[in-house]
């Protein structure tokens, strides 16, 4: 039927409690989606709501992994994704077939994992990281043990710089923050040249160059809060710049921009798929599903478990 006259906010209000669920949305969300989440959070985050939630529900308002990473810590819940096709660049860019392969050839490595990636490839994995726990988990492995870094390169690039662990990098990217453009960047400085750089660090290594803080999207967040000046150029996906503007309405912040000199090329094509439409039926239908075979969920929840742990 049409959805046309129906009050989405209110219907979807009314459904999650009727059906007891939690909406969990990523800040690279529209604004709309994020006001009405009950939670808005970096991928750490948003892993330990759904880990910790007494909902029947969760209607997760993100991408698949992480719909993924619910159901995974969560099994007995109901998982609604909005819209199922919500992929990512990173995970395409790591088949489990070919990482297996990967590991075979180096079975002196173990695999620590950025959690943007399929359960299969968690599975396969030892470890898995997120921008926000990466730095803390690397510390607590023994120097000498030998690591196989995925599928970010610019991440594990970034890494590798920051502690001097040579890690073996899986060449995988982020095709929003691979979209930044550095010229562009550099003709925005001077425009505002007091204006500090935050970078999310699947930025490439010639952006992070020109960043005064790096850090997940949280710690990006937080950096606003705290920053001296009023302006802030931001080099991550601009749906960010919603909760910003929320948080410090005083403070101007301006999206990084790509080759063409704005930001909209950097909008997350699989994180723009949901909407308040694609929300309300799921929470109406309980479909699309979140659903997974039992041994690869208790395989991938190993590698999983570890990130939780040494994370907190
Ligand atoms: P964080 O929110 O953990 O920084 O991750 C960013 C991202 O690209 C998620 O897809
Ligand atoms: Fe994947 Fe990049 Fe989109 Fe995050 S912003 S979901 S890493 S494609």
Redesign the pocket.
Known sequence: GSLTGLDLKAEIERLRTERNAVILAHY?QKPEIQDIADFVGDSLDLSRKAADTDADVIAFC??R?MAETAKILSPQKIVVLPDMEA?????DSCPPDQFRAFRAAHPDHIALTYI?CSAEVKALSDIIVTSSSAEKILSQIPAEQKIIFGP?KHLGGYLARKTGRNMLLWPGV????EAFSETELLKLKVQHPDAPVAAHP?CPAYILDHADYVGSTSGILNFAKTMPGDTLIVAT?PHIIHQMEKAVPDKHFIGAPGADGNCNCNV????ALNTMEKLYLALRDLEPRIEMDEALRLEAKKSLDRMLAMAS
Not at 87 to 91: A, Q, R, T
Not at 174 to 177: F, K, L, N, Q
């Open positions: 690279y993100g991408v992994f992929g990512c660049s990173l995970e943007n970010d982020c095709i929003v923050h699947e996906e997350c094509p699989y994180m």
